[in-house]
């Protein structure tokens, strides 16, 4: 079985920092991607943010230059530095991995999700 869990969220003023953090734990083989999403209410979820195995980071363009994805292990970090009222969501991890060496297509898990809320 496979979790994922988020962390790092928070209530922060405009133009301050946060770290999210996505920790993937359980049996499988290995992760093809991570990337964050985000959630604001009446709003479909978006991409932040995604890094593979075999490409560069991808960022949507309302977050480039301001957002850094980077990835340890089976952690993968959300560095979110000038935050904007506007990026006040729920972000959530989504990691797709190989449970089996031999599987021929990724599984897709989600987090529960880490609420940001930039504001004064």
């Known amino acids: 079985q496979v979790q994922v869990v988020e962390s790092g969220g928070g209530l922060v003023q405009p133009g301050g920092s946060l770290r999210l953090s996505c920790a993937a734990s359980?049996?499988?083989?290995?992760?093809?991607?991570m990337g964050w999403y985000r959630q604001a209410p009446g709003k479909e979820r978006e991409l932040v943010a995604a890094q593979s195995t075999r490409s560069n980071p991808a960022y949507a363009d309302s977050v480039k230059g301001r957002f850094t994805i980077s990835r340890v292990n089976n952690t993968s970090y959300l560095q979110m530095n000038s935050l904007r009222p506007r990026d006040t969501a729920m972000y959530y991890c989504?990691?797709?991995?190989?449970?089996?060496?031999?599987?021929?297509?990724?599984?897709?898990?989600w987090g529960q999700g880490t609420q940001v809320t930039v504001s004064s």
């Open positions: 989504n990691v797709k991995l190989k449970l089996h060496s031999d599987s021929w297509y990724t599984n897709n898990y």
């Open positions: 359980g049996t499988f083989f290995n992760i093809h991607a």
